[in-house]
């Protein structure tokens, strides 16, 4: 098969891409000069320089650099070198790609949104905190449990990280658990002091967060207002005498029809 695009990089991402593309692009290093479209699989602080050298024919892969002129196509995932199951996987596209590369990753699952430049690092830096973030605090957890004497059969700690993911996909924030949640202050002080040092404030503000994000969620919504009623002659009276029907789609503009159950009749409200 005759390569539609070469992938400039033999990184992590350019290898696991080369090979889930089976000859549909070709992998060639930094020093490579090739002809037609170029996907640059490089380092952020490369990116200029070759965006440069391949001015009008090339796409790069950061998700946080953003160069004017120059479109970006970012998978939100983390790549070991091999091809994947990449179904489902959200693609950031930031300006105009070029169509061959951008209907590749499309062909290997990955869909397609766009991505405004001056929302690039806001979007990567929550991409760091669900994925680096979240690894750095799963191994320093192994790390103070072996250092304590813990040695965790089995999966270990794989599991219980497995399934917090699975109740998140299912619940969203009503999947989190935890003594936060709970609000058991006895736990989480007595957790606090047994952990090093260095480990004490983090520990609690993720926790205090964590408290802050479900009470977020658990908050009621405030009910509108009733609009005035106009020419009722029992307006003020108690809910339990008068009711209030909506009968429109509240995306568009309300129109709501007071019903008072006591004469029997309705006045439209504005």
């Given amino acids: 098969m005759t390569p539609h695009f070469t992938i400039l990089g033999r990184g992590k991402a350019g290898r696991a891409l080369a090979s889930a593309l089976s000859g549909a692009a070709a992998l060639e290093t930094h020093e490579s000069n090739p002809e037609g479209p170029v996907l640059l699989a490089i380092p952020d602080s490369a990116i200029e320089k070759y965006a440069a050298k391949f001015a009008g024919r090339c796409v790069h892969m950061s998700g946080s650099l953003h160069i004017g002129g120059v479109p970006s196509l970012h998978p939100l995932t983390s790549f070991d070198g091999s091809a994947r199951d990449w179904s489902g996987i959200p693609l950031a596209v930031t300006g105009m790609p070029p169509n061959v590369i951008l209907d590749a990753f499309i062909s290997l699952g990955f869909i397609p949104f766009n991505l405004p430049p001056n929302l690039k690092p806001l979007y990567h830096a929550c991409a760091v905190m ?77 926790g205090e967060m964590t408290d802050r994000e479900i009470k977020e969620k658990k908050a009621p919504v405030k009910e509108p207002k009733n609009p005035l009623r106009e020419g009722c002659p029992y307006e003020g009276q108690s809910l339990q005498t008068q009711e209030m029907s909506l009968y429109c789609d509240t995306q568009q503009a309300p129109a709501q029809v007071h019903s008072c159950i006591i004469s029997g009749k309705k006045w439209n409200a504005r």
Wanted: proline residues 4%; without cysteine.
């Fill in 130 to 206: 669900a994925s680096g973030h979240a690894a750095t605090l799963w191994a320093a957890a192994e790390s103070i449990l072996a250092s304590s004497g813990i040695a965790l059969p089995g999966r270990g700690l794989i599991g219980l990280a497995e399934s917090t993911l699975e109740k998140l996909k299912q619940r969203g924030k009503g999947g989190i658990t935890g003594p936060f949640v709970r609000g058991d202050s006895d736990t989480i002080q007595r957790d606090r002091q047994v952990l090093p040092e260095q480990w004490r404030d983090l520990f609690v503000e993720l």
